[in-house]
C-alpha cells in the first residue's frame, strides 16, 4: 500500500526557509519520479517541482533559484528545501507519485 506523508510546513516570514519533507511507503523513491505540487485558496493545485527517475530536476519559474527538490534514498523520503520565502508561497504542499497524494502541509508566509 502506498503512502505518502508530508511534514514541515508552518509559519515563516517574508525572506525565511522552510525544507518540507515526504515520507514516503509502499514505494522505492530512489527510483520514482515525484512531484511537489502546491494549492493557494482559491487557485488550481500546480506544478512547483519535479524529480525523475535518474535525478534530474525540474522547477516552475516562480521557484526557480529559491526551491530544491532532493530525496534520501535512506529514508525513501523526498524534501523540498524552500528558500527566499514570498507571500505568494502560501498554500498547501502535496508531494505526489503518479495517481497517489500525500495530505498535504500548510505553508504559510507572513508579509
Known amino acids: 500500500q502506498v503512502q505518502l506523508v508530508e511534514s514541515g510546513g508552518g509559519l515563516v516570514q517574508t525572506g525565511g526557509s522552510l525544507r518540507l519533507s515526504c515520507a514516503a511507503s509502499?514505494?522505492?523513491?530512489?527510483?520514482?519520479?515525484m512531484d511537489w505540487y502546491r494549492q493557494a485558496p482559491g487557485k488550481q493545485r500546480e506544478l512547483v517541482a519535479r524529480?525523475?527517475?535518474?535525478?534530474?530536476?525540474n522547477y516552475a519559474d516562480s521557484v526557480k533559484g529559491r526551491f530544491t527538490i532532493s530525496r534520501d534514498n535512506a529514508k525513501n523520503t523526498l524534501y523540498l528545501q524552500m528558500d527566499s520565502l514570498k507571500p505568494e508561497d502560501t498554500a498547501i504542499y502535496y508531494c505526489?507519485?503518479?495517481?497517489?497524494w500525500g495530505r498535504g502541509t500548510q505553508v504559510t508566509v507572513s508579509s
Open positions: 505526489r507519485w503518479i495517481t497517489y
Open positions: 509502499g514505494i522505492i523513491v530512489s527510483i520514482s519520479a
Open positions: 524529480m525523475s527517475t535518474g535525478g534530474s530536476t
